[in-house]
């Protein structure tokens, strides 16, 4: 296939002549087009690359290492690729307020963002970028600064009828959110509509807004792989879970990830369920870990340090409020208050947890121990702390449990 060159041409993007751009694009047989950085608003030339690029499927649009400023939102089309020269290398930004994602993918299907820096600041509403009824999308190898509301969003909005469906983001940045809602929103989120997600190698830390580094919300299926929750400039909770609907289960793996310096380290909240291995709770100064859904979930070969809180006295590094949950084969090292505790208080009767194979060394706490059923604490290493007490605790079983100087 011949090249073609794209010379320069003067555009127009919402009605509004757009500055003298340069769009020097190369179309190579492999399907790339490249577009280099330009004085003013480059979206009307990354718009144009992008409408070609749609037109011969596979086609990548590379943008070269520099600064694009743009008004309004990229939308990626099926089956395109839109790559910058490396995070911090190609840097998107806005040269106005906008009330919308910076990029975005809706309703498609093939799509990949990879290689940029995408920078919020001047945003309002939504966040840097937004996958919405996506099937097969990824996000490689970006990082967002500045988002608002959320930094990465894989879901669907209301007006959508579909889902977003194997989708991955992964060896991505999140940092310096400056809003968020509350409204199960997070600096990287699998949201409402998001189906079999993978998040994986991916940082969030620095949230301005103070607000859930991670999320999965009514997002079935979603993976947390060696991600990273650093609550060191910022952020409430690393990892927080929940779905709408206590018949409605909402399955979460969470394996291998880093939780810290936050005020809680993760939360298995409404109809979660969470399968967490091999994951590292450090000063998280409230609760490490907090089960409190519908569902059971299992900790296997977890670290516990200097989790639970001084001032509440049942916060520990694993607080129970919810039954037939299991944490097993983990270590507990100084943590506040004790190292679980079981709160009967709570929204659910206490029922079916298991405390097995594990190294505790700050002890369990039974908390309005009425209505704790069922418990089992086994096989233990009670390293010094003494087991607790159970004059007063009913249908508790405690076997193989060995206590340590």
Same mark, same amino acid.
């Given at each position: 296939?011949?090249? #073609? ?65 743009? &008004? ?83 879901? #669907? ?20 959110? #400056? ?12 949201? &409402? ?98 089960? #409190? ?113």
């Amino acid at each position: 296939m011949r090249n #073609r060159w794209l010379t320069a041409f003067r555009c127009k993007s919402m009605g509004v002549t757009g500055a003298l751009v340069l769009l020097s694009a190369v179309l190579y047989a492999q399907n790339v087009i490249k577009v280099k950085p330009v004085s003013g608003n480059a979206r009307p030339a990354i718009a144009e690359a992008l409408r070609q690029a749609q037109q011969q499927k596979g086609s990548r649009v590379q943008l070269d290492a520099g600064t694009y400023t743009i &008004d309004s939102t990229l939308y990626v089309p099926s089956g395109v690729q839109l790559a910058g020269a490396g995070i911090d290398k190609t840097i998107i930004s806005l040269a106005t307020p906008l009330r919308g994602a910076l990029v975005a993918s809706h309703n498609t299907s093939d799509v990949t963002v990879t290689g940029l820096t995408l920078d919020f600041a001047k945003g309002i509403n939504e966040g840097c970028l937004v996958f919405a009824n996506v099937q097969n999308g990824r996000v490689e190898s970006v990082k967002t600064i500045n988002g608002f509301n959320y930094s990465i969003w894989i879901g #669907r909005f209301n007006s959508d009828k579909g889902v977003s469906n194997n989708c991955e983001v992964s060896n991505c940045i999140a940092s310096g959110q #400056r809003n968020w809602t509350g409204d199960s929103k997070a600096q990287i989120i699998a949201g &409402d509509g998001s189906t079999n997600t993978i998040i994986r190698n991916c940082v969030s830390e620095h949230f301005n807004a103070n607000g859930d580094l991670f999320g999965a919300d009514d997002a079935p299926g979603t993976s947390f792989i060696r991600c990273t929750a650093d609550g060191t400039g910022g952020g409430n909770c690393g990892i927080w879970l929940e779905g709408n609907g206590k018949n409605k289960l909402v399955d979460v793996k969470i394996d291998s990830c880093t939780v810290k310096d936050l005020f809680e380290g993760i939360g298995v909240s409404e109809s979660s369920e969470a399968n967490i291995t091999n994951t590292t709770f450090t000063n998280c100064r409230s609760r490490g870990l907090w089960f #409190r859904s519908y569902h059971p979930s299992v900790a296997d070969k977890c670290k516990f340090d200097h989790c639970g809180s001084a001032s509440q006295s049942y916060y520990t590094a694993v607080h129970f409020e919810s039954s037939n949950n299991v944490v097993s084969n983990s270590k507990f090292n100084d943590n506040a208050n004790g190292d679980f505790s079981i709160f009967t208080g709570g929204r659910y009767k206490i029922v079916g947890t298991k405390i097995r194979n594990n190294a505790i060394t700050k002890g369990i706490r039974f908390v309005f121990e009425n209505g704790i059923d069922s418990t089992e604490i086994s096989g233990n290493k009670f390293i010094g702390c003494l087991p607790p007490n159970l004059s007063n605790v009913k249908r508790v079983r405690m076997y193989k449990n060995v206590q340590m100087n």
